[in-house]
């Protein structure tokens, strides 16, 4: 009764956030495009975030098969000048940011910044929908065809153009290292073999393939009040955490009993242990950003069901006419080759990647080549702490170093 009562304040919230836009929606939605493209135009992250700490950077266009234009940086050497002597290392971010989590710190506790003092190439891909991957053929972001994807797309389109093209400009396989949803879509690709013969290794932090046992309060609370599908349902189709609905949403699932949103980083990802107030301050200049609610729904489903499968469209006609069965199709985790060398860290403190779900993953793979997998646990990290902490070098991202090393 509670969650219907959440969906009807919802429903009311947006339609109040909206009235005073109906009879101008359209206009409203080129003013928004008016203040964003040109942003993309004249600035990057490169000019914002990594040529301010003195490393050289380069900005590249990626596009996929289904037209949407991805931002791509290239750090290709450290900040001493001393060109990359390694092999490149493809850097993908999470849900809800984009590909500057990975230079937002200081050039000492920043895995970019770090790979590339260590002589790697380092790629950093941003996918559909982030402040500088908003780019398409045919569609703009106004248009809510631009939102009609899930992480399935990134899995069928955003992931293999991004691998492709730094395997074609460098003529090299590269190393993955995949955050949060970037271990999902990484996880998926491979148990399909796809994209794996570009590759060398992934490194996947806070590894995420299932989400049953998920113990982030707000976000469960989102997904079993079916929030995500009241967005859609109402029109909603990008995912706009800065903007006023989801906003309002926020508050709504905040004033759940047991909701404690007075930290919502923590709130979300478990009490990290080793990010400093300072970093949340300047995490919260740059994220969160938007992504599809198609996207925020098929990741609720998986939090419904615990289960890996493609998007659920509801019905088994809707599953029939996308996929020729009535259910979605599974992701088999068991698929994933069993000789492909793969670095996974988790945390005993995530409350996003939990660590019941990650027992899961690992059963899944107990019968991978041993000399191809390791698993680091760390019990007192949280979701945040693998790009975030300030111990992060020494804890995470020298030992995953060494682990490229050995396959070079």
Request: aromatic fraction near 10%; proline fraction near 4%; glycine fraction near 6%.
């Amino acid at each position: 009764m509670a969650y219907t009562i959440t969906v009807i304040i919802i429903v009311v919230l947006y339609f109040i956030s909206t009235s005073n836009a109906t009879r101008n929606l359209n206009l409203v939605n080129v003013d928004q495009d008016d203040l964003s493209f040109p942003l993309v135009n004249q600035v990057g992250i490169c000019s914002l975030m990594v040529e301010t700490e003195g490393y050289t950077c380069e900005e590249h266009k990626v596009t996929t098969k289904d037209g949407y234009i991805l931002s791509m940086q290239r750090i290709p050497m450290g900040r001493g000048g001393k060109k990359a002597d390694k092999p490149p290392v493809l850097l993908q971010h999470g849900v809800l940011v984009d590909g500057g989590t990975w230079v937002l710190n200081t050039p000492d506790e920043s895995l970019g910044f770090i790979l590339a003092d260590d002589g790697f190439d380092v790629w950093i891909a941003n996918t559909r929908g982030t402040n500088f991957s908003r780019g398409h053929t045919s569609l703009s972001p106004s248009d809510p065809e631009y939102w009609e994807w899930s992480w399935d797309e990134l899995v069928a389109f955003d992931l293999p153009a991004s691998i492709q093209y730094v395997h074609d400009q460098t003529g090299q396989n590269l190393h993955y290292v995949g955050h949060s949803l970037g271990t999902l879509i990484a996880f998926s690709a491979f148990s399909k073999d796809q994209t794996l013969n570009m590759l060398r290794s992934a490194a996947l932090l806070s590894p995420i393939a299932y989400l049953g046992h998920m113990s982030s309060t707000l976000a469960r609370a989102g997904a079993d009040a079916f929030l995500s599908e009241a967005l859609y349902w109402l029109g909603v189709h990008e995912f706009a955490p800065r903007g006023k609905v989801v906003a309002d949403l926020l508050s709504v699932i905040c004033k759940m009993p047991d909701n404690d949103c007075s930290d919502l980083m923590t709130s979300f990802t478990g009490q990290n242990c080793c990010v400093n107030s300072s970093m949340t301050d300047k995490f919260l200049e740059h994220e969160p950003q938007s992504t599809a609610t198609k996207n925020i729904i098929h990741l609720a489903q998986m939090i419904r069901t615990g289960t890996i499968t493609r998007y659920d469209y509801g019905s088994a006609d809707g599953n029939q006419k996308h996929y020729g069965q009535s259910t979605p199709p599974v992701y088999d985790m068991q698929s994933i080759p069993k000789d492909f060398p793969m670095y996974l860290s988790y945390g005993g403190k995530d409350e996003l990647s939990d660590v019941e779900d990650v027992k899961a993953l690992l059963k899944s793979v107990n019968d991978h080549n041993p000399d191809k997998l390791i698993i680091q646990y760390k019990e007192d990290y949280a979701h945040a702490d693998f790009v975030f902490a300030t111990n992060a070098k020494e804890v995470v991202y020298e030992p995953m170093m060494t682990f490229f090393k050995l396959h070079l």
